[in-house]
């Protein structure tokens, strides 16, 4: 039977609204279904598409599950935002001191409020292996166009997600890619990964201080991500795992500029508590109503 639900379509990381990641939130996911929850994952054809239900960890203040269109994701990181942005402008929760406790397929994930509009999550622990040698011959036949960092061992990063992060001589080479979705895609399975990111430095007093793209492929076709929570997460794991060797200048945060190619403007900001990684950003609400299925 058709029910009506809470709905929103906020925009995460943008700099104002319709620049950053779109993310669909149901926000009363109870008495939905797996296959229901993916049939409208699939039907938004958004890069994902979140359903809030109640907690079942006692520590967590609701319950989220996160769907592409194609599958379920254990943890993104986009959707932890908007999810928890579009749940406090609804009044669905209030934070505790200024934080919140998303339940997801990670396990629990922190998010810190720091304005009406702007939160940021702690990164989840990842796990980092260097590409295996065989492979690595297959990066630059694939990211045509850039010069890859010959100074950096790309390195597959995983938090639920797995990204194989690439270092690019400049932010310069980051925008100039133009990527073979055949040979992308062969590296991606090679590697076990679910897309690659790839980040550059911006000379001083540039636009932020790191260029930041995210590709993929699906269904044979070369797709980027606007604005990625999990792959700057990610990388900022990498980035702290090496001591920011060469990076120095960032070991207290930074900023991303991500989207660019896409006539985005997305903006992650970037800071270590106690050496942890926090991903932040600004959330807009752009549609708010009800979804009927």
Known sequence: MTRQRRFKQIDVFGS??????????????????????????????????????????????YQVRIFTPYYELPFAGHPTLGTAYALLEAGIITPKNGKLIQQCGVGQVEI??????????KSPAAEIAPLPAPLRAQVTPALTGGAVSCRAVPQAVAMGIRWLVVKMESAEDVLAVNADAAALDAL????????????????AGGPAHLEVRALLVKQGALVEDPVTGSANACLAQLLRQQDFAGLEALRHGYQVRQGTCLQRNGRVEVNFTDGEPWIGGLCHTVIDGRAAF
């Not at 950053?20 to 994952?41: C, F, K, R, Y």
């Open 112 to 121: 810190a409020v720091h304005g009406p509009q702007t939160l940021a999550f």
């Open 16 to 61: 104002t609204p319709l620049r950053g990641n779109p993310l669909a939130v149901i926000m009363e996911g109870d008495g939905l279904s797996t296959a229901d929850m993916q049939s409208m994952a699939r039907w938004t054809n958004l890069s994902e598409t979140t359903f809030v239900l109640p907690p079942t960890d006692a520590a967590a203040d």
């Open 188 to 203: 991606i399975t090679a590697s076990g990964c679910n897309g690659v990111t790839l980040y550059g430095t911006h000379p």
